[in-house]
């Protein structure tokens, strides 16, 4: 002790000169790999490691000791900087604990997955020896012993204070699984969905096949270690394979959106874990992307017949069953619901950029020819009031349906893009709604009964004047798609500007598709005729119909109705005739009776009986 009193001050400062460990910072990674190969051998070492992180912290005081003599605000940035820089390495370094464990935990997945056989809940004891697997047993409790070693040297490390900010070496390894977690779960669902460019094949239910047991394998594993690693486990997973589905139907979205969202904007991008990135492989920019136009060229509705009673897609040269709605189900085993709702989410920002196209057409086939635009307003003014019959309807429609079906045809494609996209989130909101109700009854119950109550409000306010609307509704929008309680036949998806004459062009442009049509008696239902050179699904047209329809002012839907009934009406008054027979006749009333009705859930039957003649 007296020795120590005696030390001399140019000794200390000896000392601190050669103590000083600030030229490490450049050089300590290069030793990054020796540290980790050493823990992998030993995660004991981890503890004797503490001392190495402490001294970098003497890095630091070089740069911050001018800058606390000069008693400058700076101080804390500078040391926060500083700090954050080294709890990086650190993260980085002890990263190899998680990866570790993740290689066991791969052939723990194998052994689950592939070897062991789960045992059934009533079981003969004659057959309990074949149902000890102790081989496979053993094998699994040695895997998981050195899981939890790994986990044990971790924790050894205790709280430590490298520069001004202190380590937790839970927290630490948390984040550590988690972010082997997020690269191992993205890589995976980046290299399965990935589907056949050449021709249409169905591989679709295959590789879902193959996802799901992986996804599966890691589910179960994740379960099956989390008490022995003393963490969440299935929350863990849930929350991870959510921001890894909702950061990339981010990504996916910004091909349609102007202003782009970046990392470093995103509400699922973080800089410990990260998602990673990989580069496109088709014109998709993700794995979300690939699986929504497969769907797409799956069900392409100049190929395919939608039979909606037992929600099927059927070739139409074949008659072969192509894709069912189990294909949904089948999502939500390999993507969780999240990637359902991911899908959903995808699917509104095609329809609107559709819609935005539909509109850009329209308006530029209507305003750009006069004679058009002129010829539409004469026949405007003729039918009106479509209260009326129109004498000769044989020589007054013909003419007029011949020439706008050709001047409209560019508009099909549009019309059956957004249908065809209708259909598949009115499937997927259907999957959701029965998975919600079965997995959480009185969730979707408590939902249900507060969007009503919502909506009651909001009517109310149109009513009464002391009554105002709740900003809960877009708190509770999530919910709602979750639980599948959205109606997308009945959504609005954006508004548009007013396009004159559009009711008539899309009543004529419909009737020009009529005649590739032919009414099936068996299956009571619309299908294209063998003759039309160009056929089409008919129920996914008028889907895309209705849906344009409700776009625009509701007056747009009324007259098209008014424009139907007054052309089924004016051929009834005048009788059939041998250039309007009366199955061609039924084909139109049924095709254009099923865009109204497919309102019906805000249409009242009045406004029905008042349009469409029975």
Request: net charge positive; proline share 5%; aromatic share 10%.
């Amino acid at each position: 002790m007296i020795r120590t009193i005696n030390v001399k001050e140019e000794v200390l400062i000896q000392i601190q000169i050669i103590g000083d460990l600030s030229y490490a910072w450049y050089i300590v990674d290069n030793y990054t790999r020796y540290m980790q190969n050493l823990i992998k051998k030993d995660p004991g070492l981890v503890k004797k490691l503490r001392a190495t992180f402490l001294k970098l912290g003497s890095a630091l005081d070089l740069p911050l000791v001018r800058i606390g003599e000069a008693g400058t605000e700076d101080f804390r940035s500078v040391s926060e900087c500083y700090s954050k820089a080294l709890v990086s390495y650190v993260r980085k370094v002890l990263q190899i604990i998680p990866q570790s464990m993740f290689s066991l935990l791969e052939e723990i997945v194998k052994v689950l997955t592939h070897d062991m056989v789960e045992v059934p809940t009533r079981l003969d004891k004659d057959k309990l020896k074949d149902y000890a697997q102790l081989t496979e047993r053993y094998k699994v409790a040695k895997l998981t012993h050195a899981i939890s070693v790994f986990t044990d040297g971790m924790l050894m490390m205790k709280s430590t204070l490298v520069g001004v900010i202190k380590i937790d070496p839970k927290k630490l390894l948390e984040d550590g699984i988690r972010k082997e977690l997020v690269t191992r779960v993205a890589a995976a669902f980046h290299n399965a969905l990935v589907f056949n460019q050449k021709g249409v094949s169905n591989d679709l239910p295959q590789v879902l096949l193959r996802l799901s047991s992986k996804t599966d394998g890691f589910r179960r594993s994740f379960e099956y270690i989390q008490d022995y690693l003393n963490i969440f486990g299935l929350k863990m997973w849930q929350e991870e394979v959510m921001r890894i589905i909702n950061y990339n139907v981010e990504q996916e979205c910004n091909t349609f959106l102007r202003q782009k969202v970046f990392d470093w904007q995103s509400l699922y991008q973080s800089q410990h874990i990260p998602i990673p990135r990989f580069p496109p492989i088709d014109e998709s920019q993700t794995f979300i992307g690939r699986l929504a136009r497969q769907l797409l060229n799956i069900t392409n509705p100049t190929m395919t017949l939608y039979v909606d009673p037992v929600k099927t897609w059927y070739d139409m040269k074949t008659n072969e069953e192509v894709l069912n709605s189990s294909i949904f189900g089948k999502i939500v085993d390999a993507l969780e619901p999240f990637g359902l709702q991911g899908l959903d989410r995808l699917y509104c920002f095609m329809i609107v950029t559709e819609l935005q196209r539909f509109t850009k057409a329209s308006t530029k086939l209507i305003l750009s020819d006069k004679a058009a635009m002129t010829q539409l307003q004469n026949t405007m003014r003729t039918l009106h009031p479509h209260s009326k019959t129109v004498e000769n309807p044989a020589k007054f429609y013909p003419p007029l349906i011949t020439k706008f079906a050709k001047f409209s045809s560019s508009l099909t494609y549009f019309i059956l893009r957004v249908g065809q996209i209708q259909i598949l989130r009115q499937q997927i909101s259907l999957t959701l709604h029965s998975l919600a109700k079965f997995e959480s009854k009185q969730l979707v119950t408590a939902v249900e009964t507060l969007n009503n109550a919502l909506v009651a409000n909001v009517t109310s306010h149109y009513t009464l004047d002391h009554v105002t609307p709740t900003d809960s509704l877009y708190e509770i929008t999530p919910y709602l798609g979750a639980c599948g309680l959205t109606q997308p036949l009945l959504q609005v998806y954006s508004t548009f500007k007013d396009i004159p004459m559009l009711p008539l062009l899309l009543f004529l442009h419909l009737h020009g598709h009529v005649t590739k049509l032919q009414y099936n008696t068996q299956c009571d239902l619309l299908v294209p005729s063998r003759r039309a050179a160009d056929p089409l699904d008919p129920v996914v047209f008028n889907v895309g119909l209705s849906t344009i329809l409700r776009q625009f002012p509701s007056e747009y839907l009324v007259e098209f109705q008014e424009l139907c009934a007054q052309y089924i009406s004016s051929y009834s008054a005048a009788g059939t005739t041998p250039s309007t027979p009366i199955t061609l006749l039924k084909q139109f009333s049924d095709c254009s009776n099923s865009s109204v009705l497919l309102t019906r859930d805000c249409v009242p039957n009045n406004v029905l009986n008042t349009h469409v003649p029975k």
